[in-house]
C-alpha cells in the first residue's frame, strides 16, 4: 500500500500558543483512520491543518507524494482533500441543493459533471433529495451531518477528513452515518476520522492514533489499541475488556 496523506513532525499553534507538538501520521491509501483524543487534545487543529485552514510552525504534510504543506486550502482541495467541520458548518441560508452545488465548486464550469455527483449524493443519501429545496438551516441534526458529507462528497474527494460526524446525535442516526462512512469507503475514499467515541472510531477505522494534549501517545491497529490500558482507561470504560 502506498501512502496518500502522511505528516512528519508537524507542530501546531494558535499565536504563541503551542497546540500540537510533534504529530506524525500517515493514512494509506483506501484506509479508515481513526484520530481519538479528549477534549482539547488538538484534533480538530490537525485536520484544519491537513486542510490547509492552519499553517504548521514546523514539520511536513505530504498528500499523494507530494509536499503540500505551504499550499492553500482551495488548492488541497482540487487535489482531493475535503473536510467535513465540526459541527457541520451548512450555510444555514442555503437550500441544501445550493449547500451541494458549493461543495462541488470545483466542478462548476461543468454542469453535466456536477450532476453526476449531485445524482450520486442524493442516491446515497435519498433524505436529501427529498428536501433539496430546504433550508439547511431548518434541517435536524442528523439531516444536517448527511448535507455535510454530502457536500464534501461533491468534490468527489480522495481524502475525506470527518471532525466528529456522531456529536449530538441520537443512537439510531449515528449508527446510519458510520454505515454511509462505510460504504464511502467501501466505493474508494480514504477516511481520516477524528471521534470522541472511540468505541465507534474502533469498529470503523482498520487503523487509530491517540492524541492527548498535542502529542501522539499511542497507535497502531484498532485491535491492538483497544487492548491498550491507557487508551481502555481513557476513552473504553472498564467494560471495554469484556467486549
Ligand atoms: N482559534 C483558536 N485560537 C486559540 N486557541 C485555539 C483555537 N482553536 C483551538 N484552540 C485551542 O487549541 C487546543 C486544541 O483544540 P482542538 O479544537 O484542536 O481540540 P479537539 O481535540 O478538537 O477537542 P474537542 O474534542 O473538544 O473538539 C485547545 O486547547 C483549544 O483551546
Ligand atoms: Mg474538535
Redesign the pocket.
Known amino acids: 500500500m502506498s501512502a496518500l496523506l502522511e505528516i512528519a513532525g508537524l507542530e501546531l499553534a ?1 499565536g504563541q ?1 503551542a ?1 500540537c507538538r510533534n504529530i506524525s501520521l500517515r493514512l494509506d491509501r483506501g484506509e479508515i483512520v481513526a484520530l481519538i ?1 479528549a ?7 490537525t485536520l484544519r491543518a491537513i486542510a490547509g485552514l492552519l499553517s504548521p510552525r514546523r514539520g511536513t504534510i505530504a498528500f499523494g507524494g507530494r509536499d503540500v504543506t505551504a499550499l492553500p486550502s482551495y488548492e488541497r482541495s482540487k487535489l482531493g482533500i475535503a473536510l467535513v467541520p ?1 459541527g457541520r458548518r451548512v450555510f444555514p441560508f442555503l437550500t441544501v441543493r445550493e449547500n451541494l452545488e458549493l461543495g462541488g465548486f470545483n466542478s462548476r464550469k461543468d454542469p453535466s459533471t456536477l450532476k453526476r455527483r449531485m445524482e450520486r449524493v442524493f442516491a446515497m443519501f435519498p433524505r436529501l433529495s427529498e428536501r433539496s429545496s430546504q433550508n439547511a438551516g431548518t434541517l435536524s441534526g442528523g439531516e444536517q451531518q448527511m448535507l455535510a458529507l454530502g457536500r464534501a462528497m461533491m468534490s468527489e474527494p480522495q481524502l475525506l477528513c470527518l471532525d ?1 460526524p456522531s456529536l449530538g446525535l441520537a443512537p439510531i442516526i449515528v449508527h446510519d452515518i458510520f454505515q454511509t462512512i462505510r460504504a464511502i469507503n467501501a466505493a474508494g475514499t480514504s477516511i481520516l476520522l477524528v471521534e ?1 467515541n472511540a468505541r465507534h472510531a474502533f469498529e470503523t477505522a482498520q487503523r487509530g492514533y491517540v ?1 492527548q494534549t498535542g502529542s501522539v501517545i499511542a497507535s497502531g491497529s484498532c485491535a491492538t489499541l483497544k487492548r491498550d490500558p491507557r487508551v481502555q482507561e481513557a476513552y473504553l470504560g472498564r467494560t471495554a475488556t469484556r467486549r
Open positions: 494558535y500558543v497546540v483524543g477534549n482539547g487534545a488538538g484534533k480538530s487543529t465540526e466528529e470522541q492524541l
